[in-house]
């Protein structure tokens, strides 16, 4: 059976028609609809993170407030960008975050998107050793940041106090929460290095490469990639692959008034991106049961186990409830 989840970016602006005006109704709506995508049925509620942006920035507090009010649905990141993390404060955090959970935390990392701080992680304290990248800082964060979830010595115990001199651990410790990190990947090399590592993969909303092929098509090839190199690296649990899609189903007039004129929206967009090619998928509006004919046809979406689904967070809580409820019930069944 597929997961079907929602992703929302957190935009909050103060614009004519948003009802996300402030940072404080970003975020607490961001509760209020992981209650009520819950009951609908949907699986996963997902944030992106972003920093210096009016979006979410800070996950784990809100990660853990949407846990004290929901019981089922899966928590998550769709992603970290590790280049802003402290791994260490990071591992206390999201152990905390999936303790109140009761293990319900699905984290996505990865290197970040671009942003508008000109080297913003560099602002945080984080600045990438000579002749290394800003992918090698996030692998670098991110690789101690899973050996502390998995209670590894990361520092030395003082004798003075414990007696001994040993390897400590962070705490506190969450188990099973080192199966449940992603990494958000953009490419089709990135996702063999995630198998390899024995994360689960999370495949970005935008690939960093084009071939000429349909987006669809292009992370299918992706996610065939990675199962690959999942079997050869022997790893015993079963991967999890996700998508994002913008799925925007039109069964109300005023479904109709929001998204009955996204033609230019109908084809894969393809353009450059950190000085290199990228390519964007297409959105899905219309009709329930077109929809659905073109989902079958997204070799994506038949290979992925999750679908995440990014949502106008800027509509409101009722809205976005209404939309997912719809893709729920009238789309979701035909998927599997």
């Known amino acids: 059976m597929k997961k079907i989840g929602f992703l929302s970016f957190g935009h909050w602006q103060p614009i004519p028609g948003s009802l996300t005006r402030t940072a404080a109704?970003?975020?607490?709506?961001?509760?209020?609809?992981?209650?009520?995508?819950?009951?609908?049925?949907?699986d996963g509620a997902y944030m992106r993170v972003h920093h210096f942006a009016r979006q979410f920035a800070s996950p784990f507090p809100l990660l853990s407030a949407m846990a004290a009010r929901t019981s089922k649905i899966e928590l998550g990141t769709g992603v970290i960008d590790m280049r802003y993390e402290n791994p260490l404060y990071m591992a206390e955090e999201a152990a905390t975050a999936d303790l109140i959970s009761g293990g319900r935390l699905q984290l996505g990392v990865s290197r970040g998107s671009p942003e508008t701080a000109l080297r913003g992680s560099e602002s945080f304290g984080f600045v990438p050793q000579d002749g290394t990248t800003d992918a090698d800082l996030a692998r670098a964060h991110t690789e101690l940041f899973r050996a502390a979830i998995t209670d590894a010595g990361v520092a030395m115990s003082n004798p003075q106090m414990t007696g001994v001199s040993q390897p400590m651990g962070i705490l506190p410790q969450s188990p099973g929460l080192a199966d449940r990190i992603w990494w958000g990947s953009g490419t089709r090399a990135t996702a063999v290095s995630t198998a390899e590592l024995g994360m689960n993969l999370m495949?970005?909303?935008?690939?960093?490469?084009?071939?000429?092929?349909?987006?669809?098509?292009?992370?299918?090839?992706?996610?065939a990639l990675y199962r690959a190199a999942w079997k050869d690296a022997g790893w015993e649990r079963e991967p999890r692959v996700s998508v994002s899609r913008s799925i925007l189903p039109i069964t109300t007039d005023q479904d109709r008034a929001y998204f009955g004129d996204m033609s230019r929206d109908r084809e894969d967009q393809v353009g450059y991106l950190d000085n290199g090619i990228a390519r964007f998928g297409k959105s899905y509006v219309g009709e329930p049961d077109a929809i659905v004919k073109e989902l079958l046809d997204d070799a994506a979406v038949r290979d992925a186990d999750t679908v995440l689904v990014t949502i106008p967070n800027q509509l409101g809580v009722d809205y976005n409830a209404h939309l997912l409820e719809t893709i729920v019930k009238d789309i979701m069944p035909a998927l599997g």
């Open 25 to 42: 109704d970003a975020h607490l709506q961001m509760i209020e609809l992981a209650v009520a995508a819950e009951e609908i049925g949907v």
């Open 203 to 223: 495949s970005s909303t935008l690939l960093t490469e084009d071939t000429g092929v349909p987006f669809g098509d292009l992370q299918a090839e992706q996610i």
